[in-house]
């Protein structure tokens, strides 16, 4: 069965600062992965994915994410934080239908 | 480009009655449509997939009695909640795609329903 794990419900940084949110899925054929953000009150936005060809994947508003087979990892960085980045952040694998991870809240300090 | 909407983006009722959520493709034909919920500080949770023109695939333990959908054109897939309970309570996130389950799929912004 697919599934999607992310590490860490919530993820705090200082503004200018790194930042990884970590995913890890699980599945018997090479899933499609995607990483989508979600304000409060509002639906997901897509921030990039990875169907096939490159593994770095680069996306909207600074961020890129990596797809590491041998780690079954699909992990999103941005190298400077910006306060506007304090959402929450889904990684999802589709290889039949979309599956989601339990999301990660991003804080942002100044 | 690839626009989804939903009305209403908010709505409460009275328990026993009936609500019914659109979801709309603005700017692209969807084939295919999904309908999540999401409880709150939880990920979403697929609900069902519905086929343009077809009957709608329920997830294992969706009550397809009690959670209507319907996708009667290519731009629109509504979903009616039965019978309200206050249990009903969610956000509901409606997504279109061009084709397939597999393909990209588009979000609209959601609809939070209460049930009093």
């Known amino acids: 069965a697919q599934s999607v794990t992310q590490l860490g419900s919530h993820v705090s940084v200082s503004e200018g600062a790194l930042v990884l949110l970590r995913c890890n899925y699980s599945?018997?054929?090479?899933?499609?992965l995607f990483w989508y953000v979600q304000y409060p009150n509002q639906g997901l936005q897509l921030l990039l994915k990875?169907?096939?060809?490159?593994?770095l994947v680069k996306g909207i508003n600074g961020f890129e994410a990596e797809f590491k087979k041998s780690e079954t990892s699909f992990h999103l960085t941005k190298p400077s934080a910006h306060m506007s980045d304090a959402a929450e952040y889904f990684c999802?694998?589709?290889?039949?239908?979309?599956?989601f991870g339990t999301g990660t809240r991003l804080q942002v300090f100044p | 480009g690839a626009v989804v909407s939903q009305h209403p983006s908010r709505v409460i009722c009275k328990s026993g009655t009936s609500v019914k959520i659109e979801c709309r493709s603005l700017?692209?034909?969807?084939?295919?449509m999904f309908w999540y919920r999401q409880f709150p500080k939880k990920s979403l949770m697929l609900m069902a997939t519905?086929?343009?023109?077809?009957?709608?695939?329920?997830e294992q333990g969706v009550e397809k009695d009690k959670f209507l959908i319907n996708h009667a054109s290519l731009t629109l897939s509504t979903l009616t909640v039965t019978s309200a309970h206050p249990e009903d309570s969610s956000f509901y996130i409606c997504?279109?795609?061009?084709?397939?389950?597999?393909?990209?799929?588009?979000f609209g912004p959601g609809t939070r329903l209460t049930v009093l």
């Open positions: 997504s279109a795609s061009t084709s397939g389950r597999r393909n990209e799929q588009f």
């Open positions: 599945s018997s054929v090479p899933p499609y």
């Open positions: 990875y169907t096939t060809g490159a593994t």
């Open positions: 519905s086929n343009e023109g077809s009957k709608a695939t329920y």
């Open positions: 999802a694998a589709n290889t039949d239908k979309l599956i």
């Open positions: 700017d692209f034909q969807a084939t295919t």
